[in-house]
Structure formats: structure tokens, C-alpha cells
Nanobody, 119 residues
Framework: QVQLVESGGGLVQPGGSLSLSCAASGIAFSIYAMGWYRQAPGKQRELVAVITRGGSTNYADSVKGRFTISRDNAKNTVYLQMNSLTPEDTAVYYC?????????????WGQGTQVTVSS
């Protein structure tokens, strides 16, 4: 049974930071591309960042220079460090595991974690 469990969301003030984690089980984690996606109210789900099995990364233009994706294959976990947060970053953030980076993504999804940026 595949499970992706996100954690680390919450309420943060503009300019603040949050770190998200996604722990995977039931898959051969190291061979998967791991991605973070987000969906704001009334909007489509969009790519935030992805890290391939080889460690290459890809970011949405809106988060470049502010967010960092990383992975720890020994812990079957992918991380998203988010800095300089703005209200436009408010969304439900989802973890995705796919055998390759593609659009639209396939594979497995977590249940999501809410990130709210507000003063």
C-alpha cells in the first residue's frame, strides 16, 4: 500500500518560512521523481518544485530563489523549504511520486497540507 504523508503546513506571516515534509512508504522511493504541487482556492493545481531520481530540480518561476526542494533517500522523504512567503503562496500543498517528471503528473499523491500566509 502506497502512502505519501505530508506534514509541516500551517499559518505563517508574510516574509516568514515553513518547511514541508513528505514521507513515502510502499514504493521504491529512490527511483521516483518527487514533486510538490499546490492548489489555491478557485485555481488549478500547479507545479511548485520537482526533484528527479538523479537529484535534478525544477521550480515554478513564482518560487525560484525562495523555495528549495530536497530529498533524503535513506529516509524516503522529500522536503520543501519555503522562505519569504507571501499571501500568494497560500494553498494546499500536495506531494507527488511519479516514475518520471511529466505534465500532467501521474503516480501517487498525498492528502495535502494547508499553508496559509497571512498577517
Amino acid at each position: 500500500q502506497v502512502q505519501l504523508v505530508e506534514s509541516g503546513g500551517g499559518l505563517v506571516q508574510p516574509g516568514g518560512s515553513l518547511s514541508l515534509s513528505c514521507a513515502a512508504s510502499g514504493i521504491a522511493f529512490s527511483i521516483y521523481a518527487m514533486g510538490w504541487y499546490r492548489q489555491a482556492p478557485g485555481k488549478q493545481r500547479e507545479l511548485v518544485a520537482v526533484i528527479t531520481r538523479g537529484g535534478s530540480t525544477n521550480y515554478a518561476d513564482s518560487v525560484k530563489g525562495r523555495f528549495t526542494i530536497s530529498r533524503d533517500n535513506a529516509k524516503n522523504t522529500v522536503y520543501l523549504q519555503m522562505n519569504s512567503l507571501t499571501p500568494e503562496d497560500t494553498a494546499v500543498y500536495y506531494c507527488n511520486a511519479d516514475l518520471t517528471f511529466r505534465s500532467p503528473p501521474r503516480g501517487y499523491w498525498g492528502q495535502g497540507t494547508q499553508v496559509t500566509v497571512s498577517s
